[in-house]
């Protein structure tokens, strides 16, 4: 099974230029914990996640850049899902953007999709 077989097509995703507020309501309306962060151009250039909302309330921080990470652990639609689970569980992380030659963002993975492969009978 390949990541481009189960992962979410068409992710939400914000722009480097949004305010912690706009992430933490974007999650809110998608039912999302995670978020690519995208410049201008589409590419992926961070990533924000509900664990980092928590961080920018507690340490009172405001804009995006302080709070997003920048070194993102990424996967591609044709990798197997073994690696993505692995590179998860490696990192300590839920996640990991898919992304085309280009960087651009065109879905994402989550330890939720592998649980339901799991499961599934
Ligand atoms: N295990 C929990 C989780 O996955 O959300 C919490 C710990 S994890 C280290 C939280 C941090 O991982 C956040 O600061 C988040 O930005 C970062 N993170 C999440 N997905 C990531 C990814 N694909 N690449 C790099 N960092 C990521």
Known sequence: ???GDVMTPMTAKISEEASIDE???L???????HLPVIADDNR?????TAWDISKAVA????????????NVITAC??????????????????????????KRVI????TDHIST?????
């Open 27 to 33: 999650m809110l309306d998608e039912k999302v914990t």
């Open 44 to 48: 992926l250039i961070g990533i924000v």
């Open 107 to 110: 879905g994402i993975i989550t």
């Open 59 to 70: 340490l009172k921080c405001s804009k995006l850049d302080e709070i997003m990470t920048k």
């Open 77 to 102: 639609p044709e990798e197997y899902i073994e690696l993505a689970a692995e590179k998860m569980k490696k990192y300590n992380i839920s996640s990991l953007p898919v992304v085309d030659g280009g």
């Open 1 to 3: 099974i390949l990541v």
């Open 117 to 121: 492969l799991m499961a599934r009978d």
């Open 23 to 25: 992430a933490a309501k």
